[in-house]
């Protein structure tokens, strides 16, 4: 079973500021995704990446395989980014299964 | 439909009684998966379709849940007896070949709550 940890839990910015949210994972995969949820409780695909950078809009997100780390930036937040981070990855012994970090609870104050 | 479709969007019932949940995928999907999440809790897989077939069920708590999916397409969670403990947020959602390699797009969920 893959482990997936992410940082921070919690982060609170004001507006403007650039953020980073980190995802490390115990085994080697083919993909990584970035999920958002929103308080009303949708989830948001952000990204799913396997190797590089990808970018939309103000997001960027980042892997690198050899150390197992992907990382989500926001560039200029604003106070409707907050919302609950989520990198997961999948289980390859598993039929695509997804394994789902903790979330990290980004708010952004105006 | 542009989007994945989720019924009933909330679900009050009482302990004891039968509930179906229905996941409407995006056309074309192959892959539709079923999770949970519980207040203030992370998402939790229950079962994984790969056409009509549940390659992974393995997630299912007990044998009170069961879940098919016809046609590749509609699929049903069905929770037999409710118990107080079942009260979540259930989750469909679906990608065109599997989380290996195609981006996931989630339902906006059913809110079960078992009085």
């Known amino acids: 079973k893959n482990e997936v940890e992410q940082s921070p839990q919690n982060l609170t910015a004001q507006e403007g500021e650039f953020i980073t949210i980190n995802c490390s994972y115990s085994?080697?995969?083919?993909?990584l995704h970035w999920l958002q949820q929103h308080p009303g409780g949708g989830i948001v695909s952000l990204f799913m990446?396997?190797?590089g950078k990808k970018k939309h809009g103000r997001l960027i997100a980042t892997i690198n395989i050899q150390e197992k780390h992907s990382s989500l930036h926001i560039t200029a937040s604003h106070p409707r980014d907050s919302a609950v981070y989520i990198c997961?990855?999948?289980?390859?012994?598993?039929?695509?299964?997804?394994?789902f970090g903790e979330g990290t609870q980004l708010t952004v104050n105006p | 439909g542009a989007g994945v479709s989720q019924s009933p969007s909330n679900k009050v019932t009482e302990k004891g009684k039968d509930v179906e949940l229905r996941c409407d995928p995006i056309?074309?999907?192959?892959?539709l998966y079923w999770y949970r999440q519980s207040l203030g809790q992370g998402l939790e897989f229950l079962i994984y379709?790969?056409?009509?077939?549940?390659?992974?069920k393995s997630g299912l708590p007990s044998d009170r849940f069961s879940a098919e999916r016809t046609g590749g397409s509609v699929s049903t969670l069905t929770i037999q007896r409710t118990q107080q403990e079942d009260s979540a947020v259930y989750l469909c959602?679906?990608?065109?070949?599997?989380?290996?390699?195609?981006?996931?797009?989630f339902g906006n969920g059913t809110r079960l709550t078992v009085t």
């Open positions: 959602a679906s990608s065109y070949r599997s989380s290996y390699n195609s981006p996931l797009h």
């Open positions: 085994v080697g995969i083919s993909a």
């Open positions: 990446l396997s190797s």
């Open positions: 997961a990855v999948p289980e390859e012994t598993s039929g695509s299964r997804l394994t």
């Open positions: 056309s074309g999907h192959t892959a």
């Open positions: 379709f790969q056409g009509n077939s549940a390659p992974d």
